[in-house]
Every structure is written in structure tokens, then in C-alpha cells.
T-cell receptor
């Protein structure tokens, strides 16, 4: 299947700093990417839908000014957690859909710990 | 997107078939049924998907009832590595702004 990568795989930062997470589709072009987060022992929660070249669509309750999403190319989307706080500590997972297809492929996830 | 209902947990003996059910009684005509699994601390892995017909690939088989209100994922010969949380999702096509909403899934434990 198609490969989606994320970088970094894990990050530890101080409270108040910003963290950028990259999501790349390695062998296909993705017009649509999704960002999820997952707290321990919980399911994945959709944060936003990212379409190449346009503004992301955020789910209800997700602060767009705190979680900045940029989808500048068909193979890269970034999520920036601004002014991170301990409650933002979570497992962040991106996924991508091959342009013109329907199957959604997920990245390996990024574990964020805010101290 | 339609809501799905799955049993919270299931056990299966190694080498036997694992049959994971999913109810999606409010599924719309254009919504696909997708199955993913997530092994601890990893991103979800795509398994299989279908619209109306039964599907089979190298990982599993998907049986969708004629009224499309439920489906079953079948792992024909479960191994210990198949222990994971299995998610059943129904989603409209991306061109219809479809997005995958995850429920709680079924935790499958394959036992020796």
C-alpha cells in the first residue's frame, strides 16, 4: 500500500513553545490529508481536513489558531501546535488519500509530550 | 458520516478464523465500509473496504449484508500479530466531503 511518513516520531518540548509536525505522502500525490489526535486508551479524534492549496477545515471544538495546518504541496502537510501546553500532549496522526482514489493511508504517528 | 457499532472486545485462538462484526444501520447509499486496525502506539493500518459486494484481499475478507446495514471482517487464520484494535468506518466518497470518524473499535486478542 501507499506510504505516509511523519516527522518527528516523538518530540518533547517546554510549555509555551511551538511544535511543527510534518506529514508526507512518499509515493503518491495526496489532494486531501487529515489530522487526528489520540489520547491514551481512546480512539482517534479527527481534528481537521486539509486540502492542497486551500485552508483547512477544522472539526468543532478544535482551535484553528492553536493548531495551524498548512498543505502547501500534494505531498506535504504540516501541523503546528502553537504555544503548546501539557494538555496538548497526545499522539498526533495524519492520513492521506491518493488523488483520484478513495483509500486512506495513515502515518505512523507523532508522540508529543509537553512539559 | 454514519455511526458504527462494534463489540468492545473479542478473543480468538491462533490459527482459527476471527470474525469481527460491525453494525452500520444508518449507512447511506454512497458510503463505503472501511476496516482499519491499530497495533499499540502505531498509526492505523488499512485492511480492506467495500461498497456492496463482498471483498477479499491478502489480509482479510469483507462480507457486507445485502441491506448493507452490517458487515463482518474475516481474518481467515489469525496469528498473534493480528492482536490489535479493529475499526469499522463508513465514509462517503472524498468528492462528497467524506471523512473517517473513528468509534471505539474492537480489541481483538489472539491467544496461543
Amino acid at each position: 500500500g501507499a506510504v505516509v511518513s511523519q516527522h518527528p516520531s516523538r518530540v518533547i518540548c517546554k510549555s509555551g513553545t511551538s511544535v511543527k509536525i510534518e506529514c508526507r505522502s512518499l509515493d503518491f500525490q495526496a489532494t486531501t490529508m487529515f489530522w487526528y489526535r489520540q489520547f491514551p486508551k481512546q480512539s482517534l479524534m479527527l481534528m481537521a481536513t486539509s486540502n492542497e492549496g486551500s485552508k483547512a477545515t477544522y472539526e468543532q471544538g478544535v482551535e484553528k489558531d492553536k493548531f495551524l495546518i498548512n498543505h502547501a504541496s500534494l505531498t506535504l502537510s504540516t501541523l503546528t501546535v502553537t504555544s503548546a501546553h501539557p494538555e496538548d500532549s497526545s499522539f498526533y496522526i495524519c492520513s492521506a488519500i491518493l488523488a483520484g482514489a478513495e483509500t486512506q493511508y495513515f502515518g505512523p504517528g507523532t508522540r508529543l509530550l509537553v512539559l | 458520516d454514519a455511526k458504527t457499532t462494534q463489540p468492545p472486545s473479542m478473543d480468538c485462538a491462533e490459527g482459527r478464523a476471527a470474525n469481527l462484526p460491525c453494525n452500520h444501520s444508518t449507512i447511506s447509499g454512497n458510503e463505503y465500509v472501511y476496516w482499519y486496525r491499530q497495533i499499540h502506539s502505531q498509526g492505523p493500518q488499512y485492511i480492506i473496504h467495500g461498497l456492496k459486494n463482498n471483498e477479499t484481499n491478502e489480509m482479510a475478507s469483507l462480507i457486507i449484508t445485502e441491506d448493507r446495514k452490517s458487515s463482518t471482517l474475516i481474518l481467515p487464520h489469525a496469528t498473534l500479530r493480528d492482536t490489535a484494535v479493529y475499526y469499522c468506518i463508513v465514509r462517503a466518497p472524498i468528492t462528497n466531503a467524506g471523512k473517517s470518524t473513528f468509534g471505539d473499535g474492537t480489541t481483538l486478542t489472539v491467544k496461543p
